[in-house]
């Protein structure tokens, strides 16, 4: 495990504490004092100035060492959580204020670490799984070829063209399992609006109409990953018969959303809570693989958004509500 923390000795945080609230209440008394002693020899005016003084002194100076040994670690820590979500490695920190900050740091950091490798793993071995079967799907595929232009029985042509559906099946979902793994890294930082993307999704769809509303409104997603986004669902729609789908995107008090909204059948009650698990699908007899929507969850999960079935109301179809 990496060592993010160097040790160094410093003040622990109960003496810190400690140390503030003792200084808290003590300098009051001290200053009162002061004043009373200061009085005789400079007059009540001038005793009143020099203890204002010194206790403006005094607080600037305790403010300092709880900035230096509480707050600045903390808003470093935190920096870092963010360039780590943002896809950042974890560095070592420069100042960690008191032991009890450090202990915080290197255990938030290693869990960091550990998480990214454990991603990293998954991507690695999603990668070599797909390549290695690869080879044995092309000769499955090439031996139902082969056959298939021999002269056959009903029952063992109709045994040959599920080979090679199931091959094609197969393929499918090799390819979204590296999609999958994917979209777990957060490597589309940046921003895109509606209408930079408007053209891509219209080159995937067929005979429905795309919408869009608000189409400059900023969102914190690159066009990369707003292109996987918008492409999955605007696919899921078409093929579930919708005749229209609508973009709409704003801003409320938790940051940028995003609306999708299809005129389609929408989906029934009993699927609604199954929707976004990975291999469901109410398609498998026309080749759904039933990871569309579970690549877009990840993919927003990763760089901070989540998508939720929203209501569509008295229009019918089917909404998705993408909160960044």
């Not at 998480?115 to 092309?138: F, G, I, N």
Request: net charge negative; proline share 5%.
């Amino acid at each position: 495990m990496s060592r993010f923390v160097e040790p160094k000795w410093r003040p622990p945080l109960m003496l810190v504490l400690g140390g503030s609230l003792m200084a808290i209440l003590v300098l009051p008394v001290y200053a009162a004092l002061l004043a009373d002693i200061l009085t005789p020899l400079t007059g009540r005016r001038n005793a009143v100035f020099i203890v204002a003084a010194g206790s403006f002194f005094a607080t600037l100076v305790l403010g300092l060492l709880l900035w230096r040994l509480i707050l600045s670690p903390v808003q470093a820590l935190a920096a870092q959580a963010q360039s780590i979500r943002g896809g950042g490695m974890p560095e070592g920190l420069d100042h960690y204020g008191t032991p009890e900050i450090g202990e915080l740091a290197q255990d938030v950091l290693d869990m960091a670490d550990v998480l990214q490798s454990r991603e990293m793993a998954v991507r690695s071995y999603t990668d070599h799984v797909t390549h290695e079967l690869k080879t044995p799907l092309t000769a499955i595929r090439g031996a139902a070829e082969l056959l298939d232009g021999e002269v056959l029985t009903p029952e063992t042509n109709k045994l040959v063209q599920t080979i090679a559906e199931a091959e094609k099946r197969a393929v499918k979902l090799l390819g979204a399992a590296r999609q999958i793994a994917a979209a777990r890294m957060p490597e589309h930082q940046g921003t895109t609006t509606l209408d930079a993307c408007r053209a891509n999704v219209e080159a995937r769809l067929g005979a429905t109409r795309l919408e869009v509303e608000n189409g400059t409104v900023e969102l914190p997603l690159a066009r990369s990953g707003m292109d996987v986004v918008l492409g999955h669902i605007a696919e899921n729609a078409e093929q579930a018969g919708a005749k229209t789908l609508l973009f709409d995107a704003g801003r409320n008090s938790d940051g940028p959303w995003l609306r999708i909204r299809d005129d389609g059948p929408g989906i029934s009650s009993g699927n609604q809570s199954q929707v976004f698990e990975p291999f469901f699908t109410t398609r498998r007899d026309t080749g759904g693989t039933g990871m569309g929507l579970a690549i877009v969850q990840t993919l927003l999960l990763a760089h901070g958004a989540r998508i939720t079935l929203d209501d569509p109301g008295d229009a019918g179809g089917t909404c998705f509500f993408v909160q960044f």
